[in-house]
């Protein structure tokens, strides 16, 4: 049995700082805008915010490039409006996790700019240097090698060419990554969400990207040097992670990380080998077999996150759900109830509270992000059709999950006043926070629901899974134990009805998203998405 620490019953919501709530009218969102909105994330009930860079940054990559770690970007506020949010955040119980971005810099960054004047400048090893490049392309596109004239020499970037990549292998560039790091843990904040955090031991030469061989012997000292001892959650951001090499981040006696994201459920509609944009259907046994194989893996030794949404992520409910009127309500319902009766730390995103759904513009104009941007260059230029193309992105694009919060029926979703910065969702009159609050029946109040059971079952924070019924073609089902107690979770994961036997007669109904649940002895019917989650003592349903 592990330790018991405040992150294991807490439910984390991710706030776009940009994109959550404009306080000042300018039509991006700010801290005042998080300040104003306390009382909304208290009346959800969640413990924790991660909060996207807040950083001093040109925003090629909406804050993922800094270009100063000790300043906040002016459109978002100071740093006295931060001081006032964690305060105030304090004063409610809810903790603050800001994202670390340590795999690289803005080009703007003071580093970087010294590191380009020469070789012999002492920044200049900061950054990874190649006289001659190699084929790596970078995740936005193109090759990973930028030239720079004054040195003769290309640097790395992993991302956009404006994010050079910082050179894990220079101790000084590590010490004064500890020594930032430690400045905002003395500030107050209670931890970190680490971009990108398994690509710092890389070996590029070696075409070596997630998982190199110094990887972990970084982490152990980042973690000697800064947060150990100090009862921060910490979060890494591992595309490469197994459930495997996840154990060695998440078993507390190694002393590296709370958690991990992984995303091996993510790439389930991906076809295997390609991009994210060429896709191919959910199989349902597939999302069953990866996830429950992280239940299980992680179950002693380490500790899952579990999430569908960020802001790198189309939204669920038009992925994996279905988002029609008819649908959209019970299928985002289920998909909440399938994820949070899980072992780990949940995670909601912004606007996942609502049922907020993809963008669907035809505009391609209204895929403003960087990424999106450079793949439609890159695969016009290859010769895909623009049709194709807009679907995939209508599909898969990051902007999906990055429109205003929609708080209101008013204009701009009641976001702002003025024209955000990016696209409004066109469908803000029918999915808004208010509407939600108003209706009892909403998806708002079934994670409401859901983060006070956690709050209120030890069985589902702690309880063993198990994944019932693997080959059922249309439900995922599973249960919790723990002592004399069995949870069971149970979803229809799709508009048809199906039938599925289950054999218990003694149970308390903890939650449901149809209002008359019905088990006739050991067969059930399931409507459309019918999901819910029962419990039973004694295990009576074996006597
Ligand atoms: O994302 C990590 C990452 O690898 C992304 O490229 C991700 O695979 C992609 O968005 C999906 O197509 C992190 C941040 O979450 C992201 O917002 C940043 O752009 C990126 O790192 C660079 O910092
Ligand atoms: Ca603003």
């Not at 964690?86 to 903790?95: A, T, V």
């Not at 990380?257 to 046994?285: A, C, H, T, Y």
């Not at 079934?446 to 063993?464: A, C, S």
């Amino acid at each position: 049995m592990i330790n018991e620490k405040w992150w294991h019953s807490s439910v984390v919501y991710q706030i776009y700082p940009k994109s959550f709530y404009d306080s000042n009218q300018d039509g991006i969102g700010d801290i005042q805008g998080i300040i104003e909105k306390i009382p909304y994330l208290k009346k959800l009930g969640i413990d924790v915010i991660w909060l996207n860079p807040i950083y001093k940054s040109p925003q090629v990559d909406n804050g993922y490039d800094i270009s100063d770690y000790y300043d906040i970007h002016y459109e978002f506020g100071s740093m006295k409006d931060f001081e006032k949010l964690i305060s105030e955040c304090k004063l409610q119980g809810i903790k603050i996790i800001l994202d670390l971005v340590v795999n690289h810099t803005s080009d703007q960054h003071q580093w970087f700019k010294e590191a380009k004047k020469s070789i012999d400048n002492p920044f200049h090893n900061y950054y990874i240097w190649s006289e001659k490049p190699n084929n790596l392309q970078s995740n936005f596109g193109g090759s990973a090698w930028e030239y720079v004239p004054e040195v003769n020499k290309y640097y790395l970037h992993f991302y956009a060419k404006e994010q050079p990549d910082l050179n894990w292998e220079n101790k000084e560039m590590r010490s004064a990554i500890y020594e930032m790091m430690n400045f905002w843990i003395d500030k107050g904040i209670s931890g970190f969400r680490m971009d990108v955090i398994d690509l710092i031991g890389k070996e590029p030469l070696s075409y070596i990207k997630e998982n190199g061989p110094k990887l972990h012997e970084y982490l152990q000292e980042m973690s000697r040097e800064t947060f150990r001892g100090k009862d921060l959650l910490t979060v890494g951001e591992t595309w490469g992670a197994t459930p495997e090499n996840s154990v060695l981040y998440s078993n507390p006696e190694r002393n590296e990380l709370s958690m991990v994201f992984q995303f091996e459920q993510i790439n389930l509609d991906k076809i295997p080998g390609k991009q994210r944009w060429d896709v191919k259907p959910l199989e349902l046994i597939d999302l069953k077999r990866v996830l429950s194989k992280w239940q299980v893996t992680l179950n002693e030794t380490g500790w899952n996150s579990l999430f569908w949404n960020n802001h790198d992520l189309p939204r669920i409910v038009s992925r994996w759900g279905d988002d029609t009127d008819e649908f959209r309500e019970l299928s985002a319902k289920m998909l909440a109830i399938l994820l949070h009766g899980m072992k780990g730390t949940p995670y909601i995103y912004q606007g996942e509270e609502i049922g907020m759904t993809n963008l669907k513009s035809n505009n391609i104009d209204d895929f403003v992000d960087i990424e999106t941007q450079n793949i439609i260059k890159e695969r016009l230029r290859n010769g895909q059709d623009k049709e194709s193309l807009l679907k995939a992105i209508q599909l898969k694009a990051r902007d999906n999950g990055r429109t205003p919060l929609q708080w209101n029926n008013s204009k701009y979703a009641g976001f702002s006043t003025v024209p955000p910065w990016m696209s409004v969702n066109q469908n803000f009159e029918l999915i808004n926070i208010d509407q939600n609050l108003k209706d009892k029946n909403s998806i708002f109040y079934t994670y409401q629901k859901l983060i006070q059971i956690r709050k209120d079952e030890k069985i589902i924070r702690f309880g063993t899974y198990e994944l019932i019924d693997e080959n059922h073609p249309s439900v995922f089902a599973y249960t919790r134990k723990l002592k004399d107690e069995t949870v069971y979770v149970i979803c229809n994961f799709y508009k048809e009805k199906t039938e599925f036997e289950c054999q218990v007669n003694n149970f308390e109904l903890l939650i449901s998203n149809y209002n008359d649940l019905q088990i006739e002895k050991q067969k059930i019917t399931l409507r459309p998405f019918e999901s819910f989650i029962i419990k039973t003592k004694e295990n009576q349903h074996e006597a």
